[in-house]
């Protein structure tokens, strides 16, 4: 890797890592970094390397919301990246991915990924895999909604993104936000076709 690039690599020097799913996080400033936090921890349990990304507003959100400093983060990861390393792997079509999740995503950052607004890693990675028809997954949050942020919603879902608003699913009777938490980080996951073990389902 060239000393000019701003790119973090973290990885697990134990096993090989080339033949595993790929997945794509990102973390914007909105609030509820506990989503994305826990979709890295998810997407480890399911054998899945993580590649991610946090925005500045998302790092202030880090600081605000855990007890995590932005080193502790980017080693649940099995690469982290920074906002302004738009030259990184993940922001071509070629690196092949699952898929993306962003969680939380911020009203800013769904307007741009809306948009092509390739303006950082984050929003350039978002728009590749729209480009290439992969799934894209946006835990946007924010409430209540303008007409402005419905149409971003609108523009995002009619480029093939999933707007996924992390809605509590509570007829499986959490007994803690942690359940709350995990359960809808799990469903994201599975919208990707990442099999989490142990994810709680109606019916089942």
Partial sequence: MSASRETTVQAWSSSPQAHLPRLVVGISGATGIAYGVRILELARKAGVQTHLIVTPAGQQTRAHETGLSAADLAAMADVAYRPADVGAAIASGSFRTAGMIVAPCSIRTLSAIAY?????????????????????????????????????????????GIVMPPVP???????????????TAGRA?????????????WGE
């Fill in 189 to 201: 996951l599975e919208l990707l076709g990442i099999d989490v073990p142990d994810q709680p389902r």
């Fill in 169 to 183: 699913a509570f007829y499986l009777r959490p007994e803690s936000v942690d359940d709350i938490v995990a359960h």
């Fill in 116 to 160: 092509s607004n390739g303006d950082n890693l984050l929003t350039r990675a978002a728009d590749v895999t729209l480009k290439e028809r992969r799934r894209l997954v946006l835990m946007v949050r924010e409430t209540p909604l303008t007409l402005g942020h419905l149409r971003a919603m609108t523009a995002v879902t009619e480029s093939g």
